[in-house]
């Protein structure tokens, strides 16, 4: 059965992401999007794929779940690093794109409590509607009935609120909550430490932030010790700031358009997926950091990263991160017998035929949800610094 997985499924991976990238750009021509050119277009098209590969990883992981009863990374290499690897790759944006304000402080200083509230935005509307579909699921699973004391119920409910930073306790004695949405949200708790500890980070780059954004820092220090955070997860944001500070060079920027850099870039992958069975290690993650270094710099993999259906992908990526581990629950666990124990090809057929399921929600989550949040926020920006003397 494991063998299956490395022999027939990358024809399944490749259709889907044709489908996904179909999907995209179907729905770009009905209803064309509004939003500002990418400043960034690497970065944006490579965080489209990035989602679309998590998928894939947890659709594989189901197949497996639905068969052994247990979750785990898939036997393959490549499954496996759709997942990891594009989790190490997101950390590394979120570095790059902090670290790169954090180097241009002296030149427009950082105005930390708009940069607050604008994560806050981006994050929060989004997470807390996932909220609202896993606590719905939980109540249905359970047949709406109260099988927790109302208390440990709210309580644990609230620790779930709090971007799981203190933990995703099962809810309503339902075993196994968080693969609801496939266990995603412990990748945001791991943001909103990186983004407390940002202050303190400053301070190494000859920048005093406010007293009261340092004991933000110190706050972040503290959570992340209580959810016993790993350094080596910590670690990953870092190869963001590799990446801020090669980005400062127009040298090294022009190497990294160069098509002989797309070229190193494929070759990385390759051997990251051949060498190393998981991205959690100093040396895959160290590997990893040199292709996004290069994107980083204006590579955009030979033109993969930087069209418009690769931007759109990265428009709604967090909306797929978010969401598709619900619509693959809801799929898998509700709508189809889990102990049907599908064929392999069966489980991509269906699987396949999710993905505009999840592309569209996706589209329609960020279009009423995501936008709309941040337009509040750089609304409320912009009324501040009119304000403002």
């Known amino acids: 059965m494991w063998l299956a997985l490395n022999q027939s499924s990358y024809l399944a991976a490749i259709a889907i992401l044709a489908t996904i ?29 990035l989602a679309a590969f998590v998928f894939l990883h947890h659709a ?33 944006v979120s570095g790059f794109l902090y670290f790169s304000k954090l180097f241009a402080a002296k030149l427009r200083p950082i105005d930390w409590r708009k940069l607050y509230i604008s994560r806050l935005f981006r994050l929060a509307p989004l997470y807390f509607f996932a909220l609202l579909l896993l606590v719905l699921i939980v109540a249905i699973k359970t047949d709406g ?22 933990g995703t306790p099962d809810i309503n004695g339902l075993e196994g909550t968080a693969l609801i949405i496939a266990g995603v949200s412990w990748s945001i708790a791991y943001e909103w430490v990186f983004y407390s500890l940002l202050p303190l980070s400053a301070c190494a ?7 009261r954004w340092l004991l933000l820092g110190w706050c972040g220090i503290i959570i992340a010790i209580g959810m016993h955070a790993a350094p080596k997860i910590l670690g990953m944001f ?10 400062r060079s127009k040298r090294f920027c022009q190497l990294a358009r160069h098509q002989v850099s797309s070229v190193l870039c494929i070759a990385c992958l390759v051997v990251l997926v051949i060498l190393f069975r998981s991205a959690y290690h100093f040396a895959a993650v160290a590997l990893l950091t040199i292709p996004f270094a290069l994107i980083a710099g204006g590579n955009n993999l030979f033109g993969l990263l930087s069209n418009a259906t690769a931007i759109a992908m990265g428009r709604i990526s967090y909306s797929v991160y978010m969401l598709h581990g619900i619509i693959l629950f809801v799929a898998f666990d509700m709508v189809a017998a889990p102990q049907a ?17 999840v592309v569209v929600l996706s589209f329609l989550s960020f279009r009423y949800i995501e936008r709309p949040a941040m337009e509040f926020a750089s609304a409320c920006a912009r009324r501040r610094e009119n304000k403002s003397p």
């Open 205 to 211: 780059f000859g920048i005093r932030p406010p007293t």
């Open 145 to 166: 009935q109260l099988k927790q004391a109302p208390l440990d119920l709210l309580a644990a409910i609230a620790r779930w609120a709090g971007f799981s930073l203190f």
């Open 60 to 92: 594989s992981i189901w197949y497996f779940y639905l068969h052994t009863g247990i979750w785990r990374v898939p036997p393959s290499n490549l499954f496996t690093h759709f997942g990891e690897s594009s989790v190490v790759l997101f950390f590394m």
């Open 21 to 49: 990238a179909l999907t995209v750009h179907l729905i770009e021509k009905c209803a064309p999007s509004k939003d500002s050119p990418a400043h960034l277009a690497s970065i944006d098209g490579l965080r489209g794929y």
């Open 341 to 357: 124990s599908p064929s392999l090809l069966v489980h991509w057929a269906n699987t396949l035929l999710l993905t505009p399921v």
């Open 238 to 247: 870092l190869g963001g700031l590799v990446a801020a500070a090669l980005v």
